[in-house]
C-alpha cells in the first residue's frame, strides 16, 4: 500500500486542510501527519484510520483505496446473491498491519448492512472487510449462507474438529449442517464511535 502517503496528502489538500489542523483532528502530532504522507510510517492502526477518514470528510474505502480503482462498501443483504458477484465491484488489498492475526489470501471487500437488514455482530454502519472462503482458517466471525439465508455466525471447531456456530445472542453452539456453508471471514471490522 504504497500510495497510502500520497492519498493522505491529495485527500489533506482537498479538504484545505495543513497538517495541524489535519493532525489536531486525528488526535496524533502535524510530525506524524508528516511521516504517513513520506510512507515513513506505513503502519497506521485501525482507529488511527478511522479518525483519519471521519477528518478529511471522507468514506473509509476511499483512504484505502487504489487510485482508479472503483471499490466502495457493498451493501450485504440476507438474501442472496452475495453483493461481489456480479463482477463489477472490485475488492481491495488490506495491508496485513492492519489485520493482525488473520490468516487470508486475496481480496477483501468493503461490505456494510443494506439499510433495514440486521445481522448479528454488526450494527447499521458497521464496515468489515470481508475475505471470501469457502473453508475454515481459524476462530473468528464468518459470513455464512445457512439454506439460502447470509448470516454472521462466530465460528470455532470443536474437541474434534467438527464446526460450531454461534449466533450473537446465544452461547448454544449450532452444529455444521449440509445446508450450512462458509462464504467468506470477516477479517476487519470498524466501527463509528462518537468523537
Known amino acids: 500500500m504504497d500510495t497510502l502517503g500520497p492519498r493522505i496528502k491529495e485527500l489533506r489538500l482537498e479538504a484545505k486542510l495543513n497538517k495541524a489542523a489535519l493532525a489536531r483532528r486525528v488526535g496524533v502530532s502535524d510530525v506524524t501527519i508528516s511521516y504517513w504522507e513520506s510512507g515513513a510510517i506505513r503502519q497506521i492502526g485501525h482507529e488511527r484510520l478511522v479518525a483519519l477518514a471521519q477528518a478529511l470528510n471522507c468514506p473509509l474505502s476511499r483512504l484505502l483505496e487504489e487510485t482508479g480503482t472503483q471499490a466502495a462498501p457493498l451493501y450485504l443483504r440476507s438474501r442472496p446473491p452475495l453483493p461481489w458477484q456480479d463482477g463489477r465491484q472490485k475488492g481491495i488489498d488490506l495491508p496485513i498491519e492492519m489485520v493482525p492475526g488473520q490468516r487470508w489470501d486475496g481480496d477483501c471487500h468493503l461490505v456494510t448492512p443494506a439499510p433495514g437488514e440486521r445481522f448479528d455482530f454488526l450494527a447499521a454502519g458497521d464496515l468489515v472487510a470481508i475475505a471470501p472462503s469457502d473453508i475454515f482458517r481459524q476462530p473468528g466471525l464468518y459470513l455464512i449462507d445457512d439454506d439460502g439465508t447470509l448470516a ?6 470443536g474437541p474434534t474438529g467438527e464446526l460450531l456456530f454461534h449466533r450473537e445472542s446465544s452461547d448454544e453452539a449450532m452444529p455444521w449442517t449440509p445446508a450450512c ?5 470477516l477479517v476487519a471490522h470498524w466501527r463509528v464511535q462518537p468523537l
Open 181 to 185: 456453508r462458509l462464504i467468506g471471514k
Open 152 to 157: 454472521i455466525r462466530r465460528v470455532e471447531q
